[in-house]
């Protein structure tokens, strides 16, 4: 792999003297030095904004900011940039992805996990996850379910350089029902109002990016709205489980504002919750959904699929023990297989309502290494739901950016924004799997 990269390299370079001998500024093979001011250069452009894509572009980076995107023959580099050439490869806004759990790693056994690894996840466990989203092209990540001290400290570690990793969006514990012990760590109880607002209070003072309902069949209409009062009063977005009708009913009318997942329990939406979904529209609510597709309808098991198991990406950063640990369990693992026809057909309802999709992968969870999942969650949109590949992009980088308040400074590659950028070989609007091994990832204009 490292000898792969360095001929890679080798070719750029050699591609980027030769078809681009007129630019003067010194050729920087591996991006990764202190040079502050640089140009992507050669390849196509696709923005994130689901404008068409542009060809033989430019893309100059300044101390980590985009200041200019144009193309060969009419943007000039400037002579003190530094040239990277992107020739044959595609330039892209680093990804987001709306659902992951830094805490989990691929384990097929929840508490199990939790019992053994919780005085880890802080020191051990996420910086590894973090690190390897990142490697995966995945430039900012919402996280939905984890133990507040160690979420909230990698959050604020990554933000201050001190570990490589997303820009993270972290949720905390998740908001739900009673629960069983061993999810004490991630999840706190809201049943009665009086609970759901200390919870939500604490959450708020603890400044999460966005508040998550579990289980909401098993909450009151009162308790989700006591929830969403304080959080909308904040400017906060919440999000509630949305395997069952019973939990989305309870959910709109308690009045989030995005659901996770689309279960398989009904074939299809009943009116009652379509119904549900068209009013909160209609009265002038914005209402997303994150899928969470590409585990549920990805074929073949981990022993079919040997990357699962032998791709040492899955594993980065991790210690020996953990990673033996995790093979061992994926040895037994069945997914569970699902009827894409099912989960089609509910998003084609969804999509009809006006419902907006977000990308998401439920990344760590069960055999969902975060090396893959984001790659296999856009596979999966384009090949199995016939989902238009641009619109694909779009719901990974633009969007997300806008639904978490954050479109002026990232989302898309356009001027005055920061350079989070993806390159990758080929075109994913033909094949979206060329994601699955970005050959060069920049957060905020730091080659990782
Ligand atoms: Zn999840």
Request: glycine letters at 8%; proline letters at 5%; a negative charge.
């Amino acid at each position: 792999m490292r000898k792969f990269k360095f001929i890679a390299h080798l070719l750029v370079f050699i591609t980027s003297v030769f078809f681009v001998p007129y630019l003067t500024a010194q050729t920087d093979v591996t991006g990764d030095s202190a040079e502050t001011k640089f140009a992507l250069a050669g390849g196509t452009l696709i923005d994130g904004s689901g404008a068409a894509p542009l060809e033989n572009a430019i893309l100059l980076i300044d101390d980590g900011i985009i200041v200019a995107v144009g193309q060969l023959g009419s943007l000039t580099i400037p002579s003190d940039y530094s040239v990277i050439s992107t020739e044959g490869r595609t330039m892209m806004p680093g990804l987001w992805d709306m659902h992951v759990h830094l805490l989990y790693a691929g384990h097929t056994n929840f508490p199990y996990w939790h019992q053994n690894y919780t005085d880890q996840f802080t020191d051990t466990i996420m910086p590894a996850t973090a690190l390897q989203l990142l490697q995966a092209g995945v430039t900012s990540a919402r996280d939905l379910g984890a133990p507040p001290e160690s979420i909230f400290r990698i959050r604020q570690q990554i933000a201050s350089n001190e570990i490589p990793g997303p820009t993270l969006y972290a949720a905390g514990p998740q908001l739900a029902s009673p629960f069983p012990d061993w999810a004490q760590y991630y999840r706190r109880n809201i049943s009665g109002t009086a609970n759901a607002r200390t919870e939500t209070m604490a959450l708020v003072e603890l400044e999460a990016d966005i508040l998550k309902i579990s289980g909401a069949e098993q909450l009151s209409i009162e308790d989700v709205r006591t929830v969403t009062d304080i959080a909308h009063a904040q400017g906060l977005l919440v999000t509630a489980h949305g395997r069952t009708d019973a939990e989305i009913e309870i959910g709109l009318a308690g009045n989030v504002d995005e659901f996770q997942h689309i279960g398989v329990a009904s074939e299809e939406f009943p009116d009652t919750v379509m119904s549900l979904i068209t009013e909160h529209i209609a009265a002038g609510n914005q209402l997303y959904w994150t899928p969470t597709v590409g585990i549920q309808l990805r074929a073949g098991t981990p022993q079919e699929d040997l990357e699962l198991l032998d791709d040492p990406e899955n594993f980065l950063g991790l210690p020996q023990v953990i990673i033996d640990d995790i093979k061992t369990a994926l040895q037994s693992y069945r997914p569970r297989t699902t009827s894409a026809d099912i989960v089609k057909h509910k998003i084609s309802q969804l999509q009809e309502a006006g419902v907006t999709l977000l990308v998401g992968t439920d990344g760590g969870l069960s055999g969902n290494p975060h090396a893959q999942a984001m790659w296999l969650e856009m596979v999966t949109w384009v090949n199995v739901l016939g989902m238009d590949p641009m619109q694909t992009i779009y719901a990974a980088t633009a969007l997300p950016s806008q639904v978490m308040g954050v479109d002026d400074i990232v989302g898309t590659l356009s001027v005055g924004k920061l350079a989070d950028v993806i390159v990758v070989h080929g075109n994913p609007l033909q094949n979206m799997s060329v994601l699955q091994d970005p050959e060069m990832v920049f957060k905020h204009g730091v080659r990782f």
